[in-house]
């Protein structure tokens, strides 16, 4: 209900009945952990169950309390100390990331194989998703055709707001698709406003045919707040590249004497990055993937 922005049940209810409930695009989440002993007839092969050597536990996981994502927090150097620590198989290919258009390609396994680049690397560290956080900027009015009790709203001349040099060409230009009902109907179209020729947006999106993507969800933003989002955003895409690089090489385990996410700055902010220097965009040497050797 809290991110959904509403007062009370009924109201959500009322919301979700008429297909009017808007979420945030990111949204920042505070889990609570909670491990209890498993009795022994309940975990017959509790290392197939849970991961671990004979240890008979449950582990639970509640989200106690969630708000819209600032986008004016990007993350920072701090987090990326436990990105040595996450499994190997850091990336869920369910997962959604943060991308350019242009990086973005269907897969034959997967929904989408995000490609990040850098001129001068010739090896992308590609990233299995299942949706891709994108941002962008319509310059043209979407068009409406009806679509059962809906909409399939339509907008041609989509640009990418994260593009960087020439991996992401300024005049190329995309598809976008999405389908909504009469009472969401403002919050889907990407109409340049009055005060601006264009309309950025935060979207979602679950296809992808040619240069058209299929979007879920939209999140309008005004021009300052695209740009203090992209700045997030390249951010973020330079975190899951340090997570792309982390499933190539060993994970490093952690104890109460060496190094734990138990002991990493913490932030009384939701949503907020312990603070350290902040993790800017990917430069070259950051983006290369480098491989450990294996253990003897």
């Not at 509640?62 to 819209?68: E, P, S």
């Not at 005049?171 to 005060?195: A, I």
């Not at 979207?203 to 993507?213: C, K, L």
């Not at 690089?245 to 004497?257: A, G, Q």
Request: negative net charge; aromatic residues 4%; charged residues 20%.
């Amino acid at each position: 209900m809290k991110l959904a922005r509403v007062a009370n049940k009924d109201e959500f209810i009322k919301a979700w009945e008429n297909g009017d409930q808007l979420f945030p695009q990111v949204a920042a989440v505070k889990i609570q952990r909670a491990v209890k002993p498993i009795e022994p007839q309940l975990a017959a092969d509790p290392q197939a169950l849970f991961g671990g050597k004979g240890n008979n536990v449950h582990v639970n996981y509640v989200i106690v309390d969630a708000q819209d994502q600032p986008l004016e927090e990007p993350p920072t150097k701090a987090t990326l100390p436990l990105v040595k620590m996450v499994l190997q198989n850091a990336h869920d290919p369910n997962s959604i990331v943060p991308a350019g258009l242009d990086q973005i390609e269907t897969s034959p396994t997967y929904t989408f194989e995000v490609s990040y680049k850098t001129p001068g690397i010739t090896e992308a560290i590609v990233v299995p998703c299942q949706k891709v956080l994108a941002l962008i900027r319509s310059q043209s009015k979407s068009t409406a055709e009806t679509l059962g009790d809906g909409f399939k709203l339509t907008t041609s001349g989509v640009k990418c707001i994260l593009y960087n040099g020439d991996s992401h060409p300024t005049d190329k230009t995309f598809t976008v698709t999405s389908v909504c009902t009469v009472d969401n109907l403002v919050s889907y179209k990407l109409d340049p406003t009055r005060q601006s020729t264009s309309q950025c947006a935060l979207v979602t999106i679950t296809n992808m045919v040619n240069d058209t993507f299929v979007v879920e969800g939209v999140q309008l933003l005004n021009e300052d707040d695209a740009q203090i989002a992209a700045k997030s955003m390249r951010s973020l895409m330079n975190l899951v590249m340090h997570l792309g690089k982390r499933d190539l090489k060993r994970t490093i385990p952690w104890n109460s004497s060496g190094p734990s996410p138990l002991k990493q700055p913490k932030s009384k902010r939701l949503g907020r990055a312990p603070t350290d220097v902040e993790l800017h965009a990917p430069s070259t040497e950051e983006q290369a993937p480098v491989m450990e050797e294996e253990a003897p």
